[in-house]
């Protein structure tokens, strides 16, 4: 992935290499792609607000005098008549993982330049992705249908909807849009945008490379990074 | 061009690690789980569920999104702001414990 453009540019590897990044002139990492680095630039900010969503969550729990429900209970699923805890969020978690496995599979063949695998595992990611977000949407229906809303509920403290939907809600329009670039992008690895066969993607002239799957890629392992947190605290705790 | 795909296939890591690395997050999603399932309580429940959350996290950041392998940098550059929302946190607990004193003390006791 080195910028061909800097010329005498030389990576070293280790604390060297850090103090030569962040001492050198013009750009900081230099031969990243400015995608790759920008899109972890987003992501940390992104680390924040969701950092602010869960610590806010955290100080409306802690500060209440009134029982917190039960997550265990409310997010209960009915299994052939038995109530089974968390199911359905555990279900999801693991297609969440799979779909995460399958995306960094798709990265590696990318750069192995296995136009099919790559494209088919970047499909399988989006329906992956589309499977997560139906069964979000079936988990906020039910829970709708119970009387569960952002101001009140009928397990508790009145402010456990209100951070349930902002935060899931959040988490799931960050799993829609990377469902949404994720059949994009399967279509654009398939047209072989990115074989370097002089054919330009959509609204550029640039040529496209396997880079960008791995940028797509980080964003797809946050979107489960962020789930792990969620699981952990808002459903487990 | 040939350059560039040369480094390009260095930057690729054998499947293997991949596959183990999706293997052990399905076992310790399945343990986090289970916490539930058994309904552990208390300190037990708590460490169980930031122990398995923190190796799942450090798993998916370190060889995912290929941390491990990425240049000191960028990994100071991610890692250090999170020194920042590890002291909002601490800010906020002495906040909603003082909180819910006051509602305590004026809800129930009587101010």
Same mark, same amino acid.
């Given at each position: 992935?080195?910028?061909?453009?800097?010329?005498?540019?030389?990576?070293?590897?280790?604390?060297?290499?850090?103090?030569?990044?962040?001492?050198?002139?013009?750009?900081?990492?230099?031969?990243?792609?400015?995608?790759?680095?920008?899109?972890?630039?987003?992501?940390?900010?992104?680390?924040?607000?969701?950092?602010?969503?869960?610590?806010?969550?955290?100080?409306?729990?802690?500060?209440?005098?009134?029982?917190?429900?039960?997550?265990?209970?409310?997010?209960?699923?009915?299994?052939?008549?038995?109530?089974?805890?968390?199911?359905?969020?555990?279900?999801?978690?693991?297609?969440?993982?799979?779909?995460?496995?399958?995306?960094?599979?798709?990265?590696?063949?990318?750069?192995?330049?296995?136009?099919?695998?790559?494209?088919?595992?970047?499909?399988?990611?989006?329906?992956?992705?589309?499977?997560?977000?139906?069964?979000?949407?079936?988990?906020?229906?039910?829970?709708?249908?119970?009387?569960?809303?952002?101001?009140?509920?009928?397990?508790?403290?009145?402010?456990?909807?209100?951070?349930?939907?902002?935060?899931?809600?959040?988490?799931g329009t960050h799993v829609t849009i990377g469902v949404i670039f994720?059949?994009?992008?399967?279509?654009?690895?398939?047209?072989?945008?990115?074989?370097?066969?002089?054919?330009?993607?959509?609204?550029?002239?640039?040529?496209?490379?396997?880079?960008?799957?791995?940028?797509?890629?980080?964003?797809?392992?946050?979107?489960?990074?962020?789930?792990?947190?969620?699981?952990?605290?808002?459903y487990l705790w | 061009m040939d350059e560039t795909k040369k480094k390009?296939?260095?930057?690729?890591?054998?499947?293997?690690?991949?596959?183990?690395?999706?293997?052990?997050?399905?076992?310790?999603?399945?343990?986090?789980?289970?916490?539930?399932? @058994?309904?552990?309580?208390?300190? #037990?429940? %708590?460490?169980?569920?930031? *122990?398995?959350? $923190?190796?799942?996290?450090?798993l998916i950041m370190a060889f995912f999104m290929h941390l491990f392998?990425?240049? @000191?940098?960028?990994?100071?550059? #991610?890692? %250090?702001?999170?020194?920042? *929302?590890?002291? $909002?946190?601490?800010?906020?607990?002495?906040?909603?414990?003082?909180?819910?004193?006051?509602?305590?003390? @004026?809800?129930?006791?009587?101010?």
């Amino acid at each position: 992935m080195s910028d061909p453009k800097i010329e005498g540019y030389q990576f070293k590897p280790g604390f060297k290499g850090m103090a030569a990044d962040t001492g050198s002139d013009q750009t900081m990492f230099k031969g990243v792609h400015w995608g790759k680095a920008m899109m972890w630039i987003f992501l940390l900010s992104d680390t924040f607000v969701f950092s602010c969503f869960l610590i806010s969550y955290m100080k409306g729990r802690g500060s209440t005098p009134v029982e917190w429900p039960n997550p265990s209970e409310v997010f209960a699923l009915d299994a052939f008549g038995v109530p089974v805890p968390l199911l359905l969020i555990a279900i999801m978690t693991f297609v969440l993982i799979t779909s995460s496995g399958t995306m960094a599979l798709a990265v590696k063949y990318g750069y192995e330049r296995n136009k099919k695998m790559c494209g088919w595992l970047v499909l399988a990611t989006a329906l992956g992705g589309l499977t997560f977000v139906g069964m979000q949407a079936f988990e906020w229906s039910k829970l709708i249908h119970e009387g569960v809303r952002p101001w009140e509920n009928p397990f508790g403290a009145a402010q456990f909807g209100s951070f349930f939907f902002m935060i899931t809600g959040f988490h799931g329009t960050h799993v829609t849009i990377g469902v949404i670039f994720l059949f994009i992008y399967a279509y654009k690895v398939f047209a072989g945008h990115y074989d370097g066969e002089g054919k330009r993607g959509w609204f550029t002239t640039m040529r496209g490379d396997y880079v960008e799957i791995e940028i797509l890629g980080l964003y797809w392992h946050f979107v489960d990074l962020v789930w792990v947190f969620i699981f952990a605290f808002f459903y487990l705790w | 061009m040939d350059e560039t795909k040369k480094k390009e296939q260095s930057s690729t890591h054998k499947i293997g690690i991949y596959l183990w690395i999706w293997g052990l997050l399905f076992v310790l999603s399945f343990f986090s789980y289970m916490v539930d399932w @058994y309904q552990f309580q208390g300190m #037990l429940r %708590w460490s169980l569920i930031l *122990i398995f959350m $923190f190796l799942k996290a450090g798993l998916i950041m370190a060889f995912f999104m290929h941390l491990f392998w990425e240049r @000191y940098a960028l990994v100071n550059v #991610l890692l %250090w702001p999170m020194t920042a *929302i590890a002291c $909002f946190i601490f800010l906020m607990v002495a906040e909603f414990k003082y909180t819910l004193f006051t509602r305590l003390l @004026y809800f129930f006791v009587g101010g």
